[in-house]
């Protein structure tokens, strides 16, 4: 008895000591796995990083910051008194992001409380995947219904003379960016515990009582969430934006202006300037720009989605 | 202090008997809260260990530390030592060789998504076994000891998870068998048991006993004095006392809460 | 008695003057969407013939078709697939089988929104900072295809890691008891069973690949090329700018081409989507536990 005890002590001792493949491999993978988690924070980095760089010499040599954010000159190209104001393509940009809100909120909170918590079965399994659908439609594919589609609409409808402007790319953005909305607000409303819902119904409460007092207020913040994910797409959205809105540089004073947005301005300029130029320091120096705000949007998005700033 | 003083004489009666598992000492936290404090005990080869006592006693805790789990649990954390076969189960270089000789039995039944073959042939499989004539002798031999055989060897390859829950749990002990351990460890396994299938697997416990040492957590005091050879009570995140089922059963205790607590008074 | 029936009546009035309400809305959001759609196909469909799939350019892109841009995407997409698929992969195992829950996962969740959530147009600028111009590569497939497939990353990595999470966690657990090593739990049981939501996920990412445009402009993507690439090293027509050019850049433009260009672009886009949508339909009616 005390004989074989020994001989197992001896074998577990070799066992228990003995690292064999399996055990190297497994710390092999998570190493290789490691790589690939760090590789999202270095790429983040490294987009600030290499942008900065090439935007740097300019930053430090001709940018001035208040001329930079309060002029409404954006003329670079000009080889005498080139212009590097940034606020009619900031009015822009605001002008076309904010009209794709008015679009886009109501709408897609709405289709969200439809789908979410109207519809039922197939109803709602047809309404989802439609909707996924919706968002997965490309920028340039909205660019070019802008263009082609939108554009002798509204010179149509609004008599005007040009229909690529303001409200053109507003629309556009909106119906863009409110498929993920969607989806995103309905996740949200997901989120509700039923037994909330159980509970007001138990009371008496009406389908849309329990919506208005009990889900809407509980989704809140997810619900806010989703409208700051859909600014921040609208915000950074390119291809559409230089094709619906008319790109000339513009502070708007009505919808049916023409503008230019911070985003398009690279786009349509980056290809003709030489790379270390003022021209390519100014645009890289827009990039910076929109990664910072872009950052910003998503940081506040991911606090209020986990309720951050309420506890 | 009068439960850590039992323990300790216990311990000493116990060296002449191999130990197999030494506990001397242990405390368990999560995220700081003590689950479990100061237990001392020895779990001798070939024996059948019980443990009783009411829920959040700290059993779950206690098997999850002997089977080194808390590496794998965020928030948990060991004091103390616990031995296997006289080594410290913290400093092993192979902390996965020590978990292949310990087979677990959870409450719940889990059957992996897995056939039914490879939920017996995956332990053998990853200690290297390739040869397929051993596989399905070890197959065939765990699924009969479980009393799992005569249902299922027509239908070898259908998924285990979708077996229903009693031949789930016969097919977790199948698994655990094919570790082929040295220590069994089964965890209120009669919870989603039928109460033939729990006698079945059982008479199994009682054969199994002459080849392995087995550790036996129930919340039925009465399958503890079936089954074991000797009992723990825990109480409370605390070992109130271990001594020979028989004696904890016939009243010579030496804490009147186990007394109570067999009895049927709490818990 | 009365009182009550009555008040219940209103109740459902109003109830279903809410539904409808909501009804309504939803189809304001996608009906213009679905007309939109179709315009493209009634003036998209005439242009598509064997010719304009299979041809290249003529006549200053005014005729002829895509041939080139259709290629060329196709090798965009796989060389991104090459890097964001393994990489994205890797970064959902790490964080969902490996990581706890920390201050340090919590960074880099935060990176992957961000990576998300960057304009297409700063991914763009960071590919010619980066790959062009820092690491050499100058506008090439290469180039073009890493902005790519940083860009699309969270795609595949949200949708593996939601994969993964929906493989529980006593499977693990089990095979943890039994004495595997993490790597073999993850190979032996979790991963066979998250391939096919993985799976859904990478097509997701194709879909999303095929579409872009910011990214590829500056990078690799040529406005024409009168033949195809051979390496990764050239450059490339797409299908996405060249609908871009085509629309925007050329003159005298026949109206049916660029409507034939975007009906084929949002065709293989949606086509990978519908695919997607199905075989998660379908994995979610074979239930394995």
Redesign the interface.
């Known amino acids: 008895m005390a004989g074989s005890g020994k001989a197992i002590n001896a074998e577990s001792a070799v066992e228990f000591d003995r690292r064999n493949t ?2 190297y ?2 710390k092999a ?2 190493a ?10 270095i ?2 980095i ?2 600030f990083v ?2 900065t ?2 935007g740097l010499t300019f930053v430090f040599d001709t940018l001035d910051v208040k001329e930079f954010l309060t002029s409404e000159y954006w003329d670079p190209s000009d080889e005498d008194a080139p212009e590097y104001g940034i606020l009619a393509l900031i009015a822009g940009t605001a002008s076309v992001t904010g009209l794709a809100m008015v679009v886009a909120i ?3 909170l ?2 969200a ?3 979410g918590e ?1 519809a039922t079965g197939k109803t709602r399994e047809f ?1 989802k ?6 968002a ?6 909205w ?3 802008g ?3 939108m554009n002798p609409l509204i010179i149509e409808w609004f008599n005007v003379p040009v229909g690529l402007n303001v409200l053109n790319a507003g629309i556009i953005l909106g ?1 863009m960016a ?2 993920i909305m ?1 989806s995103i607000a309905e996740d949200a409303l997901k989120a509700v515990p039923d037994r909330y819902r159980e509970a007001a119904e138990a009371m008496g409460a ?3 009582q329990v ?1 208005y007092k009990v889900v809407l207020p509980a989704a809140k913040n997810g619900l806010l969430g989703a409208v700051l ?1 859909g600014v ?2 609208a ?5 559409a934006v230089l ?1 619906a809105t008319g790109h000339s540089i513009n502070i708007p004073t009505s919808v049916f202006d023409s503008v230019r947005a911070l ?1 398009a301005t ?2 349509a300029e ?2 003709e300037t030489a ?1 270390g130029s003022d021209h390519y320091g100014a ?2 120096t827009i ?1 910076i720009f ?2 910072l705000i ?2 910003i ?3 506040l ?2 606090l209020v989605v986990r309720g951050v700033r309420k506890g | 202090m009068v439960s850590a003083a039992t323990a300790v004489m216990g311990a000493n009666e116990i060296e002449v008997a191999s130990p197999k598992i030494v506990v001397r000492d242990v405390t368990i936290r999560y995220a700081g809260t003590p689950a479990l404090s100061g237990v001392s005990l020895d779990v001798r080869e070939h024996e059948v260990f019980g443990i009783i006592g009411p829920a959040n006693a700290g059993k779950t805790s206690f098997l999850k530390a002997l ?1 080194r ?1 808390d590496m ?1 649990t ?1 928030g948990m954390k060991v004091e103390g030592s616990i031995e296997f076969d006289g080594r410290p189960i913290d400093r092993l270089r192979n902390v ?9 039995v ?1 409450p ?1 039944p ?5 056939t039914i073959y490879e939920n017996v042939a ?2 053998p ?3 290297g076994m390739r040869n397929k004539a051993e596989l399905d002798d070890i197959v065939e031999r765990c699924l009969t000891r479980a009393a799992l055989w005569d249902e299922v060897k027509d239908r070898l390859n259908s ?1 285990g ?2 077996l229903s829950g009693g031949q789930q749990q016969r097919l ?1 002990i199948a ?2 068998l094919s ?1 082929q351990p040295d220590v069994l460890i089964l965890d209120e396994f009669s919870i989603a048991v039928d109460p033939v299938t729990t006698m079945r697997i059982e008479d199994v416990l009682k054969e199994l006993k002459h080849e392995l040492t087995i550790i036996l957590v129930t919340n039925l005091v009465q399958q503890a004095q079936r089954l074991a050879d000797r009992t723990a009570f825990f109480l409370e995140g605390e070992c109130v006392e271990v001594g020979k089922t028989s004696d904890l059963f016939d009243g010579r205790v030496q804490d009147s809460r186990t007394r109570d607590y067999i009895e049927g008074k709490f818990g | 008695m009365f009182e009550a029936s009555e008040l219940n009546l209103r ?2 009035r ?2 279903s003057l ?2 409808t ?3 309504v ?2 189809l ?3 009906l ?2 679905l007309l ?1 759609l179709g ?2 196909i009634v003036k998209g469909a005439s242009a598509i013939s064997w010719e304009f799939l299979f041809g290249y350019p003529k006549d200053g892109m005014t005729a002829g078709g895509i041939f080139p841009a259709l290629v060329g995407t196709i090798w965009l997409v796989s060389v991104a697939l090459l890097v964001s698929v ?10 969902n ?5 920390n201050w340090f ?1 919590r ?9 998300a ?10 590919g ?3 790959f062009v ?2 690491f050499g590569f100058g506008t090439s497939i290469l180039a073009a295809s890493l902005t790519l497939a ?1 860009m699309t ?2 795609v595949v ?1 949200v949708s593996t890691r939601e994969s993964l999470r929906a493989v529980p966690m ?15 739990t ?1 190979r ?2 979790v991963l ?2 998250a391939v096919p939501g993985i799976l859904t996920g990478v097509i997701l990412e194709v ?2 690949t ?5 990214p590829i ?2 990078t690799g993507a040529a406005f024409f090329l009168p033949f195809l690439p051979e390496s990764v090293f050239d450059q490339t027509m797409a299908l ?2 060249h ?2 050019v085509v ?2 850049q050329v003159p005298n433009v026949p109206e049916n081409l ?2 034939g260009v ?1 009906l084929v ?2 065709g293989m ?2 086509l ?3 695919l997607s ?1 199905a075989l998660r339909m379908y994995l979610r009616g074979k239930k ?2």
């Not at chain 3, 089988?97 to 829950?101: D, S």
């Not at chain 3, 006593?170 to 073999?184: I, L, P, V, Y």
């Not at chain 3, 095929?210 to 910011?214: D, K, M, P, V």
Request: with cysteine.
């Open positions: 399996d055990w491999v497994d993978i998570q290789i796995v490691f790589v690939g988690g760090i590789s999202t924070i790429f983040v490294g987009i290499f942008i760089r090439e109501p709408f897609s709405g289709a409380v439809f789908i109207f309404l995947v439609l909707v996924e659908l919706l997965a439609i490309p920028s340039v594919v660019g070019f219904i263009l082609s589609i119906l409110a498929p969607t009406t389908r849309w919506i994910l921040g797409r915000f950074g959205e390119t291809m094709m985003t690279i786009a980056l290809g790379v645009l890289f990039g929109l990664f872009t950052f949007i998503n940081l998005a991911d | 089977n789990m794998f965020d996965y060789a020590l978990r292949s000789r310990i087979g677990v959870f719940l889990v059957g992996l998504p897995l995956l332990a499989r990853l200690g998924l998870s979708l977790t698994r655990a570790q | 109740n459902k109003t109830e809410y539904r309400l909501f009804l809305m939803t304001l959001l996608i213009p969407v939109i315009t493209l393994p990489l994205g992969v890797a970064a959902a195992i790490y964080l089988e490996y990581a706890g829950e996962t960074i880099i969740n935060l990176a992957i929104i961000n990576l959530g960057v304009p297409s147009i700063v991914h763009a600028l960071f010619v900072g980066a111009i820092f940083i990353l969270p990595i006593a499977f693990r657990e089990a095979c943890w008891n039994m004495g595997a090593t993490r790597w073999q993850i032996r049981v066979p069973n879909s999303r095929t579409g872009e445009t910011a402009m500056f996405s700018l609908l871009f629309s925007t660029p409507y975007a672009l949002i886009v949606l990978m989507n519908s949508i394995k536990w």
